[in-house]
């Protein structure tokens, strides 16, 4: 059919011409991606509709002419705002809001709206939250939380010490301890209030991604920079995460439509705030087990760095291919020269600086 408005066999018909086939056939795509279409139309200097974006548009994927759209930003939407929409379900709403909190473009919103349908379900950072905090230290351990004065705190193998650094897996598992219930209470809402909702924009494998180079980079900065002290809890991935979800909000400020986002901003950093202040007062307090110091605050700022560089190039290009990003491509250079050079200090800076590292538990 389409070769009948393109007997050159160019790949484009004119916008008139796709009305008038639409009509025709007595069709009409989704008004949305009908919306979305006519934008791309619009980027073209001639007002063209190329086939091959309506494909892509009508089976979810989006084509690099519709990137290079959004990001000339010379588009008009004709039709209301999403926000506007009256008649929509709970769970439309829901969407409808989650859109609205991590997305700075209208049109990258009606895309989400339009393309999500909630399978698979943002399983990732549920099962880490529920799963390995609540079932592994309540059901394993036969305890919630440990606190840094109970007796197992530094006899279970999960979290970071320094005399065992060469067991690799403490790297990562050190998320699974807290020390004390407002240390597990405060990253546990952070991470869901936040990092759900990121997943279910941005996906599970973005997510862990920026989550666990959070994790790595926190371990890895304390055996660098505070090399006598253990490490436990999750704080250097959700400060990835929450870092580079306030920094996106900021870089995008008059596109964020959220309700309350000075206040949502404020008492997110008033949070962070608060448990960084309590590691950092509990990192220099007299230790119940000298000579090993409580646990390092040296893994918030290491996931804070994470989140201000890779969290924020991940959650600006909302469905875009990073492998075309050049400033991904330096951040991520930069992350893994870091955890090269904090691998290679583990395995050799101890003896060579012949540090006196507290006892093995």
Known sequence: ?????D?????YISTEKFRSLLQRHGSEPDPHKLEVLLALADSNSEGRICYQDFVNLMSNKRSNSFRQAILQGNR???SKALLEETGLSLSQRLIRHVAYETLPREIDRKWYYDSYTCCPPPWFMITITIVAFFLYNGVVLDRFVLQVSHPLYLKNALLYHPQLRA????YLTYIFMHAGIEHLGLNVVLQLLVGVPLEMVHGAARISFVYVAGVVAG???VSVADVRAPVVGSSGGVYALVSAHLANIVMNWSGMK???KLL???VALICMSFEFGRAVWLRFHPSAYPPCPHPSFMAHLGGVMVGITLGVIILRNYEQRLQDQTLWWI????????VLFAIFWNIFAYSLLDLKLPPPP
């Open 1 to 5: 059919l389409l070769s009948q408005f």
């Open 7 to 11: 007997p050159d066999n160019t790949g």
């Open 76 to 78: 008009r939407l004709c």
């Open 167 to 170: 067991q690799a897996w403490r």
């Open 219 to 221: 371990s890895l900065a």
């Open 258 to 260: 959220c309700q309350f």
């Open 264 to 266: 949502r901003m404020a």
């Open 331 to 338: 951040f991520l250079s930069i992350y893994i020269i870091f």
